[in-house]
């Protein structure tokens, strides 16, 4: 019964070597999101999609990129991971009603993809 | 610009003791806040969402309140289990014009000991 899947669990690659981390969800949710989070450390938005508009935090280096081809699917792609990309990598999704309600959902997590950078 | 910080970092208690996590944020401009609940090496579960209109949330043994004046949210977990074992985040969903994202604490990490 899983709602927000993430594939791999666990990805290993070398230093510069494109990768790129999926997520899936079922629950037909417009807005997903993209946030990594280090050891011991806060969850940190990278982007969110909003239905196919995407939105990008300031903050995000350009080494990371998102796609989504579907409602139901999103991609994150780094284009050559360094040591400090290793990290928890959370996919999440809200439902994104219209208007002010957006602002009231909550969020979905799956169970997040751990990336080794070697 | 919105910080989240919730103390203390780490906690042990005995199990079957009641408990209180913390949460201040400093910008009361939210729509809602999220307490959360991650495992080793897990995602996140969401445990309970409260409203910027509501005072408090219950979820079983779990208690959320909220005061959003103050800018405090206190998440009471009653007669703890080993189980309950894991760290606990809270987020809050500012009101910044065009953005959805939540705005984490580092949470607490809780040991129940047997």
């Known amino acids: 019964d899983a709602m927000v899947i993430q594939n791999p669990r666990y990805q290993v690659t070398q230093f510069g070597k494109p990768v790129t981390l999926s997520c899936s969800q079922t629950?037909?949710?417009?807005?997903m999101y993209w946030y990594q989070q280090k050891s011991s450390q806060a969850p940190k938005l990278l982007f969110h999609y909003y239905d196919k508009d995407f939105n990008n935090e300031a903050d995000t280096p350009d080494n990371f990129q998102s796609r989504r081809p579907n409602t139901s699917f999103c991609f994150l792609d780094i284009r050559s991971p360094g040591l400090g990309d290793a990290a928890m990598y959370l996919c999440a999704t809200s439902g994104g009603l219209a208007g002010a309600l957006i602002r009231q959902e909550t969020q979905y997590f799956g169970p997040g993809t751990r990336l080794l950078v070697l | 610009k919105q910080e989240v910080t919730q103390i203390p970092a780490a906690l042990s208690v005995p199990e079957g003791e009641n408990l209180v996590l913390n949460c201040s944020f400093t910008d009361s401009a939210i729509y809602n806040l999220q307490w959360f609940r991650q495992d080793p090496g897990k995602g996140l579960t969401s445990l309970l969402l409260?409203?910027?209109?509501?005072r408090e949330q219950t979820s079983g043994r779990l208690n959320a309140s909220l005061d959003k004046s103050s800018g405090r949210s206190t998440l009471y977990i009653a007669a703890s289990q080993p189980g309950d074992s894991a760290t606990y985040l809270c987020a809050v969903n500012p009101m910044d014009t065009g953005r959805r994202a939540l705005t984490f604490g580092s949470g607490t990490r809780l040991q129940v000991q047997p």
């Open positions: 629950l037909n949710h417009n807005v």
């Open positions: 409260i409203q910027s209109s509501q």
